[in-house]
């Protein structure tokens, strides 16, 4: 019986399959259970209608192409100083005292804001913070930072 393990294309189709599955996995963490959604999905209650989820990849192709949007990163101060640092370009206000910062985002009002934590859960309740306080496109990054530098070292190679 032959090893498939010395054979590249099975390497490589193993390797590409089980990245895949990974970053699915990590693009779903924070969410409620809506598998199978697109890049940018719905909202998610009636109550948030201005908030939707974005997937890591397609939020950066966005902010990329878009120098009118935001990138919110609502992550403690000591999280921006780890192996996740704030992406370039981010505005850094943590969670717990974006409500004292609301006024300052007031030109973004009617213009996406991306906003991202670790994982994506902080950065749900801050879209949906935002979005209860007037803003009009709010957009939840999945997955988070951690979904993010998975992106950005995908590009880099």
Request: charged share 20%.
């Amino acid at each position: 019986m032959r090893n498939l393990c010395q054979h590249p294309e099975f390497v490589s189709r193993v390797s590409t399959s089980a990245f895949a599955l990974a970053l699915a996995l990590l693009t779903g963490c924070g969410n409620s259970g809506s598998g199978g959604r697109a890049a940018v999905s719905g909202t998610r209650s009636a109550t948030h209608a201005a908030v939707s989820h974005i997937d890591a990849a397609s939020a950066r192709t966005f902010l990329d192409e878009n120098s009118e949007a935001l990138l919110l990163d609502v992550r403690n101060p000591k999280e921006w100083k780890s192996k996740y640092p704030a992406a370039p370009g981010a505005m850094t206000i943590p969670l717990p005292e974006l409500h004292k910062h609301v006024g300052e985002l007031a030109a973004w009002k009617d213009k996406p804001i991306f906003t991202v934590c670790h994982s994506g859960s902080r950065s749900l309740t801050a879209a949906e913070m935002l979005a209860d306080s007037g803003f009009r496109d709010v957009r939840s990054i999945d997955g988070g930072m951690v979904a993010w530098k998975m992106v950005e070292n995908l590009t880099a190679q």
